[in-house]
C-alpha cells in the first residue's frame, strides 16, 4: 500500500527550466494536471504528498500551499537521507510503522537514483518523466509519457490508484 508521494520539483513538477529577470527573480512553471492530481486526488486516496528538492525557492512554498503540501524539504542534495528521515519521524509521530515499500518516488535526475533505487528494492513504486536523465530512465520502474512540467507527475499519480 503505498502511502507517500514523494516527489522532486525541478525537471519533475517543472520543466527544469529557471527563468530568471533582470532584477534576478526566478519564475518557475507548474502544470495544472499535476496540482489537480496532488491537491484533488491524493487524498481521496490518503495518499501524502512529499516534496525533496535540493533547490531553495520562494516560489515552491507558494505552490505548495496552494496545493496543501505540508511536508516540503527543501536544500536537500542528499535526498535518501532525508527520506529516510521524514519516515522514521513520521512514524515515531504517529505511531506507525511505514518503509520504503510504501512510497512511490518520482525524480529526473541523478540527484533521486539513490531514492529511486531503494524504493525498488524495497517493492515502491520508483517513475521519472520521459525526459529524464538517462541514468534515472534505466532505474526507474515507470516511466511517464509525458515531460516534467507536462502532466508526468499527474500521469503517476493516475497509474498508482489504477494499482
Known amino acids: 500500500m503505498i502511502k507517500f508521494l514523494i516527489m522532486d520539483v525541478d525537471g519533475t513538477l517543472t520543466d527544469g527550466k529557471l527563468y530568471i529577470s533582470n532584477d534576478g527573480e526566478l ?6 494536471k499535476d496540482g489537480c492530481g ?5 487524498p481521496t486516496k490518503k495518499i501524502i504528498p512529499v516534496i525533496i528538492t ?3 525557492s520562494k516560489i515552491l512554498n507558494v505552490r505548495c500551499d496552494d496545493l496543501n503540501i505540508t511536508y516540503l524539504f527543501q536544500g536537500c542534495r542528499d535526498k535518501l537521507s532525508k527520506m529516510k528521515e521524514f519516515i522514521d519521524d ?5 505511531n506507525t510503522s511505514y518503509d520504503f515499500s510504501n512510497v512511490a518516488y518520482i525524480g529526473d535526475d541523478i540527484l533521486d537514483i539513490p531514492c ?13 518523466p520521459k ?3 538517462k541514468d534515472v ?5 515507470y516511466i511517464c509519457k509525458n515531460n516534467g ?10 497509474y498508482l490508484i489504477e494499482q
Not at 27 to 32: A, P
Not at 38 to 42: A, G, S, Y
Not at 137 to 141: E, G, I, R, Y
Open 137 to 141: 530512465l534505466s532505474v526507474s520502474k
Open 116 to 128: 529511486l533505487e531503494v524504493v525498488n528494492n524495497n517493492l515502491g513504486i520508483s517513475a521519472c
Open 54 to 56: 535540493a533547490r531553495n
Open 38 to 42: 496532488i491537491k484533488d486526488i491524493l
Open 27 to 32: 519564475f518557475k512553471s507548474f502544470s495544472v
Open 149 to 158: 512540467g507536462d502532466g508526468a507527475v499527474r500521469e503517476f499519480i493516475d
Open 90 to 94: 513520521y512514524n515515531r509521530k504517529f
Open 131 to 133: 525526459n529524464s536523465a
